[in-house]
Nanobody, 119 residues
């Protein structure tokens, strides 16, 4: 079992910045990657989550085209924590951001943190 706890969401004006954190605990050695997804307002929970940034163990980091150059994913292995630095935020970045960690055949998810960007 892996537990993921996100923090760092909030409300910000367009052009502002936020930093999200995702702390993993439990069976952390099984984690193969730490990723960030988001779900836009109006979307039913569990459907149409968009992959924002992915950081696989020993692999290349990837970003959604919509956030390239503005968002940066990083990890601190000593703290089992992943971060998402979000700069130059836009209203379309509004949504609930979820941390994801695949572990063997299961996907683990955090509870989500709300990000609201006003114009």
């Amino acid at each position: 079992q892996v537990q993921l706890v996100e923090s760092g969401g909030g409300k910000v004006q367009a052009g502002g910045s936020l930093r999200l954190s995702c702390a993993a605990s439990g069976n952390t050695p099984c984690i193969a990657a730490m990723n960030w997804y988001r779900q836009a307002p109006g979307k039913e929970a569990g459907k149409e989550r968009e992959l924002v940034a992915a950081s696989p163990n020993g692999g290349s980091i990837t970003y959604a085209d919509s956030v390239k150059g503005r968002f940066t994913i990083s990890r601190d292995s000593t703290k089992n924590t992943a971060y998402l630095q979000m700069n130059d935020l836009k209203p379309e970045d509004t949504g609930v951001y979820y941390c994801n960690a695949p572990c063997f055949t299961r996907d683990y998810w955090g509870q989500g943190t709300q990000v609201t960007v006003s114009s």
